[in-house]
Nanobody
Framework: QVRLVESGGGLVQTGGSLRLSCVAS????????VGWYRQAPGKQRELVAQIFSGDATNYADSVKGRFTISRDNTKNTVYLQMNSLKPEDTGVYLC??????????WGQGTQVTVSS
């Protein structure tokens, strides 16, 4: 079992930036992917960004060009740099580790609120 702890969320104005961090209690390398999802009120959880074991990345169309996912395997940490934030980016951001076999690991989430 790997425990994931997110931080870095907060309240920001439209156009602002935030950097989210997700620290894992164990190694994040070797898994199929690590990434960020978000959950907005009344909406389904959606993928925001993920980085695969071979370092390829995948982004939701709505965040391309604004968000950047990265990881530091030496620190067991995944980051999400979010720039040019919009009100529609508001939600709880959850860290995810997708395993090759078995269930994924999830963090508890960090709230991001973008005011207009």
């Amino acid at each position: 079992q790997v425990r994931l702890v997110e931080s870095g969320g907060g309240l920001v104005q439209t156009g602002g930036s935030l950097r989210l961090s997700c620290v894992a209690s164990g190694s994040i390398s070797g898994h199929r992917a690590v990434g960020w999802y978000r959950q907005a009120p009344g909406k389904q959880r959606e993928l925001v960004a993920q980085i695969f074991s071979g370092d390829a990345t995948n982004y939701a169309d709505s965040v391309k060009g604004r968000f950047t996912i990265s990881r530091d395997n030496t620190k067991n940490t995944v980051y999400l740099q979010m720039n040019s934030l919009k009100p529609e980016d508001t939600g709880v951001y959850l860290c995810n580790v997708a395993r090759w076999l078995g269930y994924d690991y999830w963090g508890q989430g960090t709230q991001v609120t973008v005011s207009s």
